[in-house]
């Protein structure tokens, strides 16, 4: 009987999500979803100077506000925590204990200094940077000595010789690379805490993950711990390596790329369904044309389609998507974009009047300004249209002594003005600009006050 497919999400809580962190996470949720497995969250913050409580709660808001949820994680116990990878130091060094017992693994005693100095070396004879295990043929007298000397040990993977390490990609295909090209790799630091290759592996066996998506970039990494997996007596899971998603710069997406943190597009009034729509199709075909409800995406997800290509984020399909999205969300879901800039009590009427002339939170608290505060100087279009008008235009509306929708159209009217030169100097007058929402509940909305005072500006400037 196989296991149940296993995926997890292990981000490093040192800077804001970006797209790519988040597609990450979405397809892994994804394809355990499809196929009814687990889906498990665990925060990779052994980096004690730059991991930031502040940052894993704003990751867990991200991942909660696209829809995603996991069955183990903070928050959630499917009886394989803890989830916070600074909590495991216990199960790593037990692992690293097996691994010492079983000769995969040597103390190494060589210094930062020693270290690049060989590295070093190596570039200048054009050989692969690795370590050359001069450590790795110590005996007791040898270790002794160095100890004597106060160093300290950090302790490394002892790479068998002579292999090809080779595994199947479910996006790559094939892979595969020279032990020999490798060279043995720190798995426990001289401070004594867990290097990310080895603890990212060692959590991945002892949780039961049986497939991992990530970037690209981590391929390299991917033929280390299979090997320190099969070490410790386990089965390696499966291996996914994501394009890698590029920026307006087709340069690869980072965590200092703040234009593309997901806090920074949530700021800017983008919905969970425009991102998770775009992110559905970046690097992935096999979703059916149209918007998909998040809850519906794991039907639409296959890992057959996972292109090779690195995939562009382009905004204006996130904003095709988000407009998308405005059509199916209530108007409750976008009173935060004009609280505080309307008159109270009128926050849904607002957005309701608002939300087909809207796409982000800027665009509505523009149109608040238009609606309950001051306009700006019209251009030079704006002042042709109202002086086309006329103050005998304006003069009418005035005159009309309401300020409905009805009343005033009939006002306009009787100045002989139809059609464009009626609508164009009335909505100017109201709204500064010649497009936006219909007038009638843009008049409902107004104040009178404030409608009278914008036919005197009108009037003012027609005659300039």
């Given at each position: 009987?196989t ?6 999400f292990?981000p490093?809580?040192?800077?804001s999500?970006?797209l ?7 397809y892994?949720?994804l394809v355990?979803?499809?196929?009814g ?8 913050d ?5 991991s930031?409580?502040?940052k894993?709660?704003e990751l ?7 829809g ?19 909590e ?5 060094e ?5 691994l010492l ?18 590295r ?23 270790r ?12 490394r ?6 292999q ?22 720190v ?13 990212n ?12 998506l990530r970037g690209e ?21 499966q291996y ?9 710069q087709h ?9 593309m943190?997901?806090?920074?597009l ?18 992935h ?7 998909h409800?998040v ?15 690195p995939?562009?984020?382009d905004?204006?399909?996130l904003n ?17 974009w004009?609280r505080?800039k ?13 939300r ?6 800027a665009d509505?608290e523009?149109?608040?300004?238009r609606?309950y505060?001051?306009?700006?100087d ?12 006329g103050?005998?235009?304006f ?14 159209v ?6 002989g003005?139809?059609?464009k030169?009626l609508f ?7 709204t500064?600009?010649?497009?936006g929402?219909?007038l009638?509940?843009v ?9 009278r005072?914008?036919f ?9």
């Amino acid at each position: 009987m196989t296991s149940p497919l296993a995926s997890r999400f292990a981000p490093s809580p040192t800077g804001s999500l970006h797209l790519g962190n988040l597609r990450t996470a979405l397809y892994a949720w994804l394809v355990a979803r499809r196929a009814g497995g687990r889906f498990v969250l665990r925060i990779e913050d052994t980096d004690r100077m730059r991991s930031d409580e502040a940052k894993i709660a704003e990751l867990i808001e991200d991942l909660t506000w696209l829809g995603l949820d996991w069955d183990g994680g903070p928050g959630q116990d499917d009886g394989t925590g803890p989830y916070r990878q600074s909590e495991r130091a216990a199960s790593h060094e037990a692992a690293f204990g097996k691994l010492l017992a079983g000769g995969h693994a040597y103390p190494c005693y060589c210094t930062e200094e020693e270290l690049e100095a060989e590295r070093q070396s190596a570039l200048r004879q054009k050989r692969p940077p690795r370590y050359s295990g001069r450590c790795a043929v110590l005996d007791a007298a040898g270790r002794a000595a160095r100890e004597a000397e106060g160093r300290r040990a950090s302790l490394r993977f002892r790479l068998p010789p002579g292999q090809r390490l080779a595994w199947d990609d479910l996006v790559r295909g094939p892979q595969s690379f020279r032990s020999d090209d490798l060279g043995d790799f720190v798995i426990r630091r001289a401070d004594g805490s867990a290097a990310f290759l080895s603890s990212n592996a060692i959590d991945d066996a002892a949780m039961g993950i049986t497939l991992v998506l990530r970037g690209e970039d981590h391929v390299a990494n991917t033929p280390r711990q299979r090997v320190l997996i099969e070490a410790l007596g386990a089965t390696p899971p499966q291996y996914a390596h994501l394009p890698l998603l590029v920026g307006p710069q087709h340069a690869p997406l980072s965590k200092r790329d703040g234009a593309m943190s997901v806090r920074s597009l949530r700021e800017r009034g983008y919905l969970p369904g425009a991102v998770a729509n775009l992110l559905l199709r970046l690097g992935h075909s096999g979703a059916e044309d149209g918007y998909h409800e998040v809850a519906a995406m794991p039907a639409q997800f296959d890992l057959k389609a996972l292109g090779h290509a690195p995939a562009h984020v382009d905004e204006l399909q996130l904003n095709h998507w988000q407009h998308e999205a405005l059509l199916r969300c209530e108007d409750a879901a976008l009173v935060d974009w004009v609280r505080g800039k309307t008159p109270a009590g009128l926050e849904l009427a607002t957005v309701a009047t608002l939300r087909k002339n809207i796409l982000l939170k800027a665009d509505a608290e523009r149109w608040c300004g238009r609606l309950y505060g001051s306009l700006e100087d019209p251009d030079a279009e704006a002042r042709s249209v109202l002086a086309a008008a006329g103050p005998a235009f304006f003069d009418a509306l005035l005159a009309a002594g309401a300020c409905d929708y009805d009343a005033l159209v009939t006002a306009a009217k009787g100045t002989g003005a139809k059609g464009k030169g009626l609508f164009q100097p009335l909505r100017l007058a109201l709204t500064g600009t010649l497009e936006g929402p219909e007038l009638r509940p843009v008049l409902a909305l107004m104040p009178p006050e404030l409608i009278r005072t914008r036919f005197e500006r009108a009037r003012a400037l027609s005659t300039v």
